[in-house]
Each structure stands twice: as C-alpha cells, then as structure tokens.
C-alpha cells in the first residue's frame, strides 16, 4: 500500500485509530487475502480485482493511482 506506512499510520494515530499491517509479496495474493479476511484492503494491479469481479467476489475499487488500484472486500 505504501513505500512509508509510517505516514499513514500517523494519520491514524492523529485520530485514534489504529492499522494492522500486513507484508506479502505481489499484489496477486490480494484477492486472494481479502477473500480469505486476513485484509480489509489492499494494492494491486488492474488484472486480479477484474477477474476478481467477474468471478462474482464481493470487492470494489478504493482508489486508483498509476498503474495500481486499491481494492476492498465489501463485507
């Protein structure tokens, strides 16, 4: 998600809330981990959230940047 989850987590620590961070190694285990609740979200490219979708997985698109999309779990 971030090069420096340090910024974000800062943000969160400025309005009491918290963030568990989660390594691995591609953003192709990204589907696979929000299906699985080990994530609420998470980075991927633009491949694994559309076959995730045509799939019928329950996620929607958070954000996009370049060449990457974040992708949640619709719970």
Request: net charge positive.
């Amino acid at each position: 998600m971030s090069k420096k989850p340090e910024l974000l987590q800062d943000l969160l620590d400025s309005i009491g809330q918290t963030a568990e961070w989660v390594s691995y190694r591609d953003g192709r285990e990204t589907i696979t981990r929000l299906a699985a609740r080990e994530i609420d979200f998470g980075g991927t490219g633009s491949t694994p959230p559309i076959k995730a979708q045509a799939a019928g997985t329950p996620i929607r698109y958070g954000g996009a940047g370049l060449f990457k999309f974040v992708t949640i779990q619709v719970h």
